[in-house]
């Protein structure tokens, strides 16, 4: 993993869930994301997750305007290059004895796939070879 800070912001950066939930919760960053994000569908589905497990409609509401922004993005999709990049990853993260959320790695795979940095509010990503990660 290697780390951007402050002013060397990326022109292009996926998002993690982290990010929109932060968003949603307005939760502060540490430093500002880069201006054009885009997303994988497995935010989108995680998001979606959130929608229909909301405990009170004031909550689904919130959630539901998160997920159409979200959705709007034109969501990047699980392709044979991400495919063969999250296989990749998840035998060199077994083989280094580390663990990472099964989400989370796809999203990981994603962004390297796709040739850019993953932008996190958590340390999810900070293991994981060849990633470029944005902390917000």
Same mark, same amino acid.
């Given at each position: 993993?290697? %780390?951007?800070?402050? @002013?060397?912001?990326?022109?292009? %950066? ?13 939760? %502060? ?11 994988? +569908? ?27 922004? +979200? ?13 063969? *990049?999250? *296989?990749?990853?998840?035998?060199? /993260? ?7 959320? /099964?989400?989370? @790695?796809?999203?990981?795979?994603? *962004?390297? *796939? ?16 060849? /990633? ?5």
């Amino acid at each position: 993993m290697t %780390a951007r800070q402050g @002013s060397q912001r990326p022109e292009l %950066a996926l998002a993690g869930t982290s990010v929109f939930i932060a968003i949603e919760q307005d939760r %502060a960053f540490t430093d500002p994301p880069p201006l054009n994000v885009a997303v994988s +569908v497995v935010t989108v589905g995680e998001l979606r997750l959130g929608v229909l497990a909301a405990s009170d409609g004031s909550t689904r509401a919130q959630r539901l305007e998160t997920l159409s922004r +979200v959705e709007s993005l034109d969501p990047l999709p699980i392709d044979s290059r991400v495919a063969h *990049a999250w *296989a990749t990853l998840r035998l060199a /993260l077994r083989d280094q004895g580390k663990r990472m959320p /099964l989400n989370d @790695s796809w999203i990981a795979a994603t *962004a390297i *796939a796709n040739g850019i940095p993953v932008v996190s509010q958590d340390a999810d990503y900070d293991e994981v070879p060849g /990633l470029e990660v944005v902390r917000v």
